[in-house]
């Protein structure tokens, strides 16, 4: 019935446009609060009603990246490791690749990458298999519902990031009206720690800008300070044992 429903035009995307033609502002927060998912769904189509044994590949509302349903790492995958995952992926960025707005006849997506490209560490079996970079004028949407039944809309709330941002430094030590070229987003965490004083976990990627500080500085003095990538996590784990020993002299029991 939602499906039906759905396909008949009654979609989040003409509630927005109501909502924001109508200036009724407190209808756009009610149907973007996470507190209204739960009705939402009931109301439209969401990932509830998916069929997981007949889906190969999803995105998550999360801006540009897709997930193949695999095996073996999602709950309902389908999609065998190997062969069959690749030939899955190739499919997808294909057709990603060639997508045309119809109205504009201009290319929509600008670059596709594969994971590979992108993500490393413990965390990469969970990285999205595809990443998608929307060539300029478009975006993707941000939205875990079911918003339109057409692949392009003119989003109402929706914001987005151009791929190119700006730096600002400032402070002691800032070097002034020095132009940083080439910094990523990226290296901003090590040179946060850095300015901080704090060891820096060699696994962590980017780099210092050491380029911003005064050659006077002791910022620019001090040489970066590079750590094995779980020494916050032992310190952590430190100060909490440090803590419960502390209470258990405090209660008397040791």
Known sequence: MKKYVFNRGLTLERAYNWARNTRFIRAISVFTSRGRKRLLNRLTLSYDDIDW???KAFAVGTGGHIYLNVKGREPQGIVEPGKEYEKVRNYIIERLESLIDPETGKKVIERVFVKEELFKGKFFNNAPDISLLPSKNYA????????SPSLFINSP???????NGILIFYGPGIQKDKQIKGAKIYDLAPTILHVFGLPIPNDMDGRVLMEIFEEDSEFANRKPKYVDPDYYEKKIENEKLKKAIKNLKLKGKI
Do not use: P, Y
């Open 53 to 55: 044994k007949q889906t």
């Open 140 to 147: 993707t949407l941000h939205q875990q519902q079911f918003v």
């Open 157 to 163: 709330i929706s914001g987005t990031h151009a791929i």
